[in-house]
C-alpha cells in the first residue's frame, strides 16, 4: 500500500454518469477525486474524427484476424462504431475475459478510458415518462419505483440544459419533452412517412429522433470549447467540436474548471473498505493498471459510477464481516436484476416517388423515433409494457457497388440517390427478474487478481412475445405507408448485452430489505455510499437511459452534498 | 493508449516500408500497394485482371477513373493488410472464375476493350439476375472495386464530391443541384 489520500468525495468511473457526478459535487465546492480504470484520451492526440476517408486504409476496418483473436466478443456488437482508427476505444476481449452461464450469451460491450463509453455512444437521449416509474407497482412487477416522474422533472431539465439536445416540442405525456435546441429535420421520406402512419394508426406518432447534439450552443455550452454539429456523421471517432455530448466534451471540463477535480487515470477499483464503528465506506482500494501498484483513497462520500456491471462487481469483491456476501448487500440485490433493452425486430422497405430528393449532410445520429403507443395509447396487446422504433430513411444510391451495371453509368449512378430505403428497428423494455445477475466466478481472476464477471441472463416470454408483435407493428406500419420491396428478416433477439443499455444490479426502492439504494441512491446499508450509473434502475422502460443515469446522479450529488454541509453523513 | 502515428509506423515495419507509402504528417495517407509495385498479395496476372476489370466497371471519364486512383493497389493492400486467410481464398477463387468464365471464347486479357466490355456487361448482368450462387464471388469484387474507388480521395473528392465538414444539415435537396455530400 503507497498512500492515503483525503478527498471529498471519491466518484468511481468517469463516463456518463461519473461525469455528472463529478461536475455537480465540484461545483458544490467539494475537493473530488475521479478514479478511471483506463488510461487518459487526450482529444488532440486520441480522436481520428478529422481523417478523410482516404487516409483509413481497408476502409477502416479492423483486419479480420485481429477481431477473432482481440475483439471477438465486442466488433460482433458494434462494427458500425468499432474501426481500425479508434478501436483502442474499446477493450480487448482477450484481456478483459467474462463468462457466460451455460446455455446463455451476454456481450458486455465497454471502453476503458477517460469518459468511457461517452465517447462512443449513439447519442439518442430520452426523458422516462409518468408510467415507467408507475408500471412495476400497477403491475405487480419487482418493487415500486422509491420516486416519481415529478420528482426528477428538475433534474432532467438542469441537466438537459447543461447537455445540449436537438429534439422537437410534441406534447407527448408519455414521451415528455426535454428542454430542445433544434430538431435536425426530417427528410421528404421521414415527413412522408409520418404523416401516413399518423393517419393510419392515430395513437402513434412520428417524430424526429431526439439526439444529444449541439445545434444551438448556449454561452455555457460554448464557454466549454462546445460548438454546433458540423454533420460530418464522424462521432464514434470523438469530436474535435464537442459538438456532441461526452464526459470527455463537458462534463469533466466543467468539473476541472471549479478547481476541485482531481484525476486518477489506470486505477482499477478493486474493492471498498468499510468501518463497522462508522457504518461507513472507509477507503477505496485500487490497483494501477500499469504497474498493478496497490494504494487506497479516502474520502468522506463515494459514488459508484463504474456502470452497472462494474458497480456491483465492485460491491461484491468488497467483502467483510459486516458484509460477507458483498457490501450494501444484506437485501442480497446486487448483481440481480440485470437488464438490457431488446432488439432483433424490424422492418425496411422502399417508398417510390422521392428519386429526385437527396440530402446535404451526414445526419449524425438517428433520423426518426416511434415512441411506444403498446399498453398506452393501444391496450390491446398480448403482453405488457412496449417498445419504441428508432429508424430513418437514406438513399440508396451508394450501395457498396450492389446495384446492375459497369462503366459510365454505373459510375455515374452514385451521383443519384436512388430509391429511398426507410427502415425502423424496436427497442423493448426487459422486465426485471432477479435470477438475471451478475455474479463473482469463484476460482477464475483477471491480471490484476479481480474475479471474473459470471453472467447469467435470459429474456422472458415476454420480450420473445413483443418482439414478434413489434415485427408484424413494423411491417403493418411500413404497408400503411405504401412501401415496397418491404423486408423484414425474422426475430432474432440480440444478446442481452447488446443495446449496451445494462441496468438495475444494485435497484433503489423503499425496503431495505428487497433493494440496495433508497431513492435518493443511497445505499441504504451504508450512508455515504451513492451508486448512480445505471445500477439504480428499478425497471428498463424502453427509451434510451443515459439522460436518466445523469438526471438522477445530478440530484443525488446535489442531496449528498447537502447531507454534507449538514454534516449527516 | 496507441495513436494513429503508432499505428502507421507499425504497418510500415509489417510490410516493410515497401508498398506503404505512409505520412505521419498532414500529408494524405496510402496504405495501398503502389501503381507498378509487385502485388503483396497477388499475382501480376491476377494484378493485371483487377485492374481490367475495375477500369471496365469505374473508367476514367470527366472524373478519374479506377486505374488512375489505384483501386488495383487498394485491393491488394485490403488483401494482404485485412483479409484473414478465407477471405483471401474466396476472393482468389473468385477472380479465377471471373476469368475462367470471360476467357470461353479466348483469352480475356487479349481482348480488345469492346469485346471485353460487352462480355463482363453480359456476366454483370448474370450476376444481378440471380441472387446468390456462383456469381457471388463477382458482385463481393464489384463491391471491392466501387468502394476501394470511393474510398480514395480521386474517388471521394472529384466524382462523389465528398465534402469533410458539410457544416449545416438540408434534409431535402433536389437532385439537379450538384452539391457535394
Given at each position: ?12 468511473g ?24 483506463g ?11 478529422n481523417?478523410a ?17 482481440r ?5 460482433p ?66 418493487i415500486d419505483?422509491?420516486?416519481?416522474y ?21 406534447g ?17 421520406v ?32 460554448r ?15 470523438g469530436?474535435?467540436f ?20 482531481t484525476?486518477a ?6 474493492s471498498?473498505?468499510?468501518d ?24 468522506r ?7 452497472a ?5 465492485i460491491l ?44 446535404f ?19 390491446d ?7 419504441g ?27 443519384r ?17 432477479p ?10 481472476a483477471d ?18 412475445i ?8 413494423a ?20 444478446n ?5 443499455h445494462?441496468?438495475?444490479s444494485?435497484?433503489?426502492g ?9 431513492g ?13 450509473d ?5 425497471s428498463?422502460a ?17 442531496h ?7 454534516g449527516?453523513? | ?5 503508432d ?16 505520412a ?6 496510402v ?28 473508367p476514367?471519364?470527366e ?14 493492400g ?21 476469368e ?15 469485346q ?6 453480359e456476366l ?15 458482385r463481393?469484387f ?7 474507388y470511393?474510398?480514395?480521395e ?23 443541384d450538384?452539391?457535394?455530400?
Amino acid at each position: 500500500m503507497a498512500e492515503a489520500t483525503q478527498f471529498d468525495a471519491i466518484v468511481v468511473g468517469s463516463g456518463m454518469s461519473g461525469g455528472m457526478s463529478a461536475k455537480e459535487l465540484c461545483e458544490r465546492g467539494l475537493r473530488v477525486l475521479v478514479l478511471e480504470r483506463g488510461p487518459e484520451i487526450v482529444p488532440e492526440r486520441d480522436y481520428s474524427d478529422n481523417l478523410a476517408p482516404w487516409q483509413s486504409p481497408n476502409f477502416d476496418n479492423v483486419s479480420q484476424d485481429e477481431i477473432a483473436q482481440r475483439y471477438f466478443r465486442q466488433y460482433p456488437g458494434v462494427p458500425y462504431a468499432l474501426k481500425e482508427s479508434n478501436k483502442d476505444f474499446w477493450v480487448r476481449d482477450d484481456v478483459h475475459d467474462y463468462v457466460e452461464a451455460e446455455g446463455t450469451r451476454y456481450e458486455w460491450l465497454r471502453g476503458y478510458h477517460t469518459a468511457g463509453r461517452s465517447i462512443m455512444w449513439s447519442r439518442q437521449t430520452y426523458r422516462l415518462g409518468p408510467q415507467d416509474f408507475e408500471e412495476n407497482q400497477r403491475e405487480g412487477v419487482a418493487i415500486d419505483w422509491p420516486v416519481r416522474y415529478e420528482d426528477i422533472v428538475p433534474w432532467y431539465e438542469k441537466v438537459e440544459t447543461f447537455v445540449g439536445i436537438a429534439g422537437s416540442e410534441e406534447g407527448l405525456g408519455h414521451l415528455p419533452d426535454s428542454v430542445f435546441q433544434p430538431p435536425f429535420e426530417l427528410t421528404a421520406v421521414e415527413k412522408a412517412f409520418k404523416q401516413r402512419v399518423e393517419t393510419s394508426f392515430p395513437g402513434r406518432n412520428v417524430i424526429p429522433a431526439r439526439v444529444a447534439h449541439l445545434t444551438d450552443a448556449t454561452e455555457e455550452q460554448r464557454s466549454l470549447g462546445r460548438s454546433n454539429c458540423q454533420l460530418r456523421n464522424r462521432c464514434h471517432h470523438g469530436c474535435s467540436f464537442r459538438a456532441y455530448f461526452s464526459s470527455l466534451n463537458a462534463t469533466l471540463p466543467a468539473a476541472g474548471r471549479t478547481g476541485n477535480l482531481t484525476m486518477a487515470h489506470n486505477a482499477i477499483v478493486q474493492s471498498l473498505e468499510y468501518d463497522p464503528e462508522s457504518n461507513r465506506v472507509s477507503g477505496v482500494r485500487v490497483v494501477d493498471a500499469e504497474t498493478s501498484e496497490a494504494r487506497t483513497y479516502t474520502s468522506r462520500i463515494v459514488f459508484l459510477n463504474a456502470s452497472a456491471i462494474a458497480s456491483a462487481l465492485i460491491l461484491l469483491q468488497s467483502q467483510s464481516e459486516s458484509f460477507p456476501t458483498g457490501l450494501a448487500n444484506r437485501s442480497d440485490q446486487v448483481g440481480r436484476n440485470l437488464m438490457d433493452h431488446v432488439s432483433g425486430a424490424g422492418a425496411a422497405g422502399i417508398m417510390r416517388g422521392f428519386d429526385d430528393r437527396k440530402v446535404f449532410g451526414r445526419r449524425p445520429s438517428g433520423g426518426i423515433y416511434i415512441p411506444r403507443y403498446a399498453n398506452i395509447t393501444e391496450t390491446d396487446k398480448p403482453y405488457t409494457r412496449g417498445f419504441g422504433y428508432q429508424g430513418g430513411a437514406s438513399p440508396l444510391g451508394h450501395a457498396n457497388g450492389q446495384i446492375p451495371g459497369i462503366g459510365r453509368q454505373f459510375k455515374e449512378s452514385h451521383r443519384r440517390p436512388g430509391p429511398w430505403r426507410i427502415s425502423i428497428g424496436a427497442f423493448g423494455e426487459q422486465l426485471p427478474n432477479p435470477d438475471n445477475r451478475v455474479t463473482l466466478h469463484p476460482t477464475r481472476a483477471d491480471r490484476w487478481g479481480n474475479p471474473l464477471p459470471v453472467f447469467e441472463v435470459r429474456y422472458s416470454r415476454n420480450e420473445e412475445i413483443m418482439l414478434e408483435e413489434a415485427r408484424k407493428d413494423a411491417i403493418a406500419m411500413l404497408e400503411a405507408a405504401g412501401c415496397e420491396e418491404i423486408t423484414s428478416s425474422p426475430v432474432n433477439l440480440t444478446n442481452p448485452g447488446n443495446r449496451i443499455h445494462e441496468m438495475g444490479s444494485a435497484r433503489m426502492g423503499r425496503d431495505p430489505e428487497s433493494s440496495v439504494l433508497n431513492g435518493w441512491c443511497q445505499a441504504h446499508d451504508v450512508p455515504n455510499l451513492f451508486i448512480t450509473d445505471g445500477a439504480f434502475m428499478v425497471s428498463a422502460a424502453c427509451q434510451n437511459p443515459s439522460l436518466t443515469y445523469m438526471a438522477f446522479s445530478a440530484r443525488a450529488a446535489n442531496h449528498a452534498a447537502d447531507l454534507l454541509a449538514e454534516g449527516i453523513v | 493508449m496507441k495513436t494513429r502515428r503508432d499505428f502507421l509506423r507499425e504497418l510500415i515495419v509489417s510490410v516493410g516500408g515497401v508498398s506503404a507509402l505512409a505520412a505521419c504528417g498532414d500529408a494524405p495517407v496510402v496504405v495501398a500497394t503502389a501503381t507498378g509495385e509487385p502485388g503483396r498479395f497477388h499475382t501480376a496476372e491476377e494484378m493485371e485482371l483487377m485492374a481490367r476489370l475495375s477500369e471496365l466497371i469505374i473508367p476514367r471519364t470527366e472524373t478519374p477513373g479506377a486505374i488512375d486512383v489505384n483501386v488495383p493497389g487498394y485491393i491488394d493492400g485490403l488483401m494482404a493488410d485485412w483479409a484473414s486467410e478465407e477471405t483471401r481464398g474466396a476472393h482468389r477463387r473468385a477472380l479465377g472464375e471471373i476469368e475462367r468464365r470471360l476467357s470461353a471464347n479466348g483469352s480475356f486479357p487479349a481482348l480488345d476493350d469492346a469485346q471485353a466490355e460487352s462480355l463482363l456487361a453480359e456476366l454483370d448482368r448474370a450476376a444481378f439476375a440471380e441472387a446468390a450462387g456462383e456469381l457471388g464471388g463477382y458482385r463481393t469484387f464489384k463491391g471491392y472495386v466501387t468502394r476501394s474507388y470511393f474510398a480514395t480521395e480521386g474517388g471521394a473528392r472529384e466524382e462523389l464530391q465528398w465534402i469533410a465538414v458539410p457544416g449545416r444539415w438540408d434534409p431535402d435537396v433536389l437532385v439537379s443541384d450538384r452539391q457535394g455530400v
